[in-house]
């Protein structure tokens, strides 16, 4: 079964699907989180904002909790096995 970004990719026509949790209203990637990233591979701070239309700061904000999160996790992680 072929999924619908493989379809839009293939005819090349922007995907309509709002509700798809890969969707975001940027034309250039077809629509499609999954285009972009097969297209662009990584991006940058500011080239993830630009496609979902905040601000570089709001996205480096993001990061900073994500990596936040991570790092809090890590610890926790590291003080389970030291027991």
Do not use: A, K
């Given at each position: 079964m072929i999924s619908c970004d493989e379809i839009c990719e293939r005819d090349n026509v922007p995907c309509?699907?709002?509700?798809?949790d890969q969707f975001i209203n940027y034309e250039d990637d077809l629509n499609c989180t999954l285009v972009c990233a097969r297209k662009n591979?990584?991006?940058t701070l500011e080239e993830t904002a630009k496609r979902l239309g905040v601000s570089?700061?709001?996205?480096k904000q993001l990061e900073d909790r994500a990596l936040a999160k991570m790092k809090q996790s890590w610890n926790q992680l590291e003080e389970e096995m030291a027991f």
């Open positions: 309509n699907n709002f509700e798809c591979g990584p991006l570089y700061v709001r996205i």
